[in-house]
């Protein structure tokens, strides 16, 4: 790959026209058009965080409630997070064939159902069975959302746009612990924290039925005449300025048929690693490392804590807390990152934050040094991951953006779900907390200097120009 060019923006003679790309990428920014968009996609996030966040609720209340171990609790948060690594390259390459809108619609739907499932159970397996499920469902929307959010943004805004959409994550995993905490305190029943989130994801699955298909989809499909009416409103609702535009090249054929589908999923994987074997190797790295981490203290950092002798419900408002300041974090990563650049950004913080919990666990049990650590490691992690999904997000061509997305996600969920099982029942007991997390930080530190070594950087290039590293 080291003869392709940089991406750089393709010379046009004067008189040429634009495509309805470029158009597209052109618009100014309003809230009522693309604005709504990045709304109702960073509610499907939100539920995302929430229901990850909500494995750390369970995880304690049906070890007291069960009586099981560590490692039986433990499959709790890894069915669920392999469920969302499923649901992330599987909803990621049917975004990439059967559209954004559709896709987008359906993971929500999918999520809510096995969610009432998982609470009318009262058997491990068949409550592990039913998260996994959910998991599956809910594990699509960070990949689709992430396509299509970026696909309606002006290329001047996307970077900003991309990492604020993060910020619906700690919105998410917030609620999750204080309407988990006054649920519980109120009432008492675990379930309740499982079926209080699915009300709110039906209403946004009613409302994302009202969202465009994305644009570049339908060029890309040679769809010209759905195309056009999606960008001539965007131009008419804006108030920008009509001119006339052509259509780009046809670039992806559609592939119809379960057999289609299933031929495709393999397809996608062989492209996205094709496209570019040494940027996926990164971009996987990085996802499973940082995401590691991250999932690793958002699950497990109660269960830590009420074993440092926390009471129960102080151990999840703090956890609450970590969340919450996070938005912050996302909010100062949308300042950075077009100012830093991607990869010095994610590059600093996520070493930072891999750090910060090496240190808060040699101090666990100091109340007076254990908030401030739990806040700080939430802030830093928050400036890292937004940074990490803009990154990755504009790697990948038009073509493999969902999935390209979708398949480092899904790795980083399996790697997050698995890690856990190797986190708590072979590296805590043999090298204790901080040494636990000394391991998970230096695979960080690793990814982070692959990526600084060997990927470029996306600041400042539209969609589908050309990268170094990246075939089209």
């Known amino acids: 790959m080291s003869g392709i060019a940089p991406r750089t923006a393709p010379d046009r003679p004067t008189d040429a026209l634009p495509t309805g790309e470029e158009v597209v990428q052109e618009l100014p920014w309003r809230w009522s058009v693309q604005g709504r968009i990045f709304l109702i996609g960073g509610l499907g996030f939100m539920f995302d965080a929430w229901d990850v966040a909500l494995n750390g609720v369970m995880i304690p209340l049906l070890r007291e409630e069960w009586a099981l171990s560590k490692g039986d609790a433990a499959w709790i948060g890894t069915a669920n997070l392999i469920g969302m690594g499923v649901g992330a390259f599987v909803w990621g390459t049917v975004a990439d064939r059967i559209g954004r809108r559709t896709a987008f619609t359906a993971t929500l739907l999918m999520f809510s159902l096995f969610t009432i499932a998982g609470a009318l159970t009262d058997s491990l397996l068949w409550f592990v069975a039913f998260r996994f499920l959910a998991g599956v469902g809910l594990g699509g929307t960070v990949p689709v959302d992430y396509a299509l959010v970026s696909e309606f943004t002006p290329q001047r805004l996307r970077g900003r746009v991309l990492t604020a959409m993060d910020g619906w994550w700690p919105i998410g995993a917030a609620l999750c612990g204080v309407v988990s905490a006054w649920l519980l305190s109120t009432w008492g029943d675990w379930r309740l924290p499982l079926l209080a989130m699915v009300l709110p994801a039906l209403l946004v699955f009613v409302v994302r039925l009202g969202v465009p298909e994305s644009p570049f989809f339908l060029m890309s499909r040679g769809r010209e005449a759905e195309a056009r009416r999606v960008v001539d409103d965007m131009v008419r609702r804006t108030g920008a300025a009509e001119r006339p535009y052509a259509m780009p090249p046809v670039t992806v054929e559609p592939v119809g048929g379960v057999g289609g589908f299933l031929a495709s999923l393999g397809q996608q994987l062989v492209d996205v690693w094709r496209a570019g074997p040494r940027i996926t190797a990164i971009a996987w790295a990085l996802f499973c490392t940082i995401m590691l981490s991250y999932y690793l203290a958002l699950q497990w950092m109660p269960q830590f804590l009420i074993e440092a002798g926390y009471e129960q419900s102080r151990a999840f408002v703090m956890t609450s807390g970590m969340a919450a300041v996070g938005l912050l974090g996302v909010i100062v990563s949308a300042l950075l990152v077009d100012l830093t650049g991607r990869r010095w950004l994610l590059g600093v913080t996520g070493v930072v934050a891999a750090a910060l919990l090496v ?107 050309q990268l170094p590293g990246i075939q089209h």
Do not use: N
């Open 359 to 465: 240190v808060l666990a040699a101090v666990m049990g100091v109340p007076g040094a254990a908030l401030p650590l739990v806040l700080a490691f939430g802030f830093v992690i928050q400036v890292s991951i937004p940074a990490l999904y803009t990154y990755v997000t504009e790697l990948y061509p038009t073509g493999l953006r969902a999935s390209g997305f979708g398949w480092a996600s899904a790795a980083s969920r399996v790697a997050a779900g698995v890690g856990p099982l190797v986190f708590v029942g072979v590296l805590q007991p043999a090298l204790g907390l901080a040494g636990a997390f000394a391991v998970t930080g230096g695979l960080v530190l690793v990814a982070v200097i692959a990526m600084l070594l060997g990927a470029p950087e996306t600041r400042s290039v539209a969609l589908d120009e």
